[in-house]
């Protein structure tokens, strides 16, 4: 098993940046590919970005294709999310998850394990 813990959320303007971490232990963090999710009060969980294991692929959703880019540091055991041109549609709960397959990519069902989330808010 592998334990993630997001940081780096906060409240941002609309057009600023931020850039989110996940930290993992507990298991080779290379095995795993990673996704970042996010959840808006009311809403279902969503897909916003996956790197698999080398880093050198990567796959994000429409709504932050462009703004949003996902890397990796296999040897800090980190996956980070950085995100540019902030809006408020992309207040939510974003969630770092680990996947040992390469099915159901974009979807909850297709990750094996969860960190607690970290929160961004983005102000107009």
């Known amino acids: 098993q592998v334990q993630l813990v997001e940081s780096g959320g906060g409240l941002v303007q609309a057009g600023g940046s931020l850039r989110l971490s996940c930290a993992a232990s507990g298991d080779t963090f290379s095995r795993y590919a990673m996704g970042w999710f996010r959840q808006a009060p009311g809403k279902e969980r969503e897909f916003v970005a996956r790197i698999n294991r080398r880093g050198d692929s990567t796959y994000y959703a429409d709504s932050v294709k462009g703004r949003f880019a996902i890397s990796r540091d296999n040897y800090k055991n980190t996956v980070y999310l950085q995100m540019n041109s902030l809006k408020p549609e992309d207040t939510a709960v974003y969630y770092c998850?680990?996947?040992?397959?390469?099915?159901?990519?974009?979807?909850?069902?297709?990750?094996?394990?969860w960190g607690q989330g970290t929160q961004v808010t983005v102000s107009s």
């Open positions: 998850a680990a996947d040992l397959g390469v099915v159901f990519i974009t979807q909850v069902r297709g990750y094996d394990y």
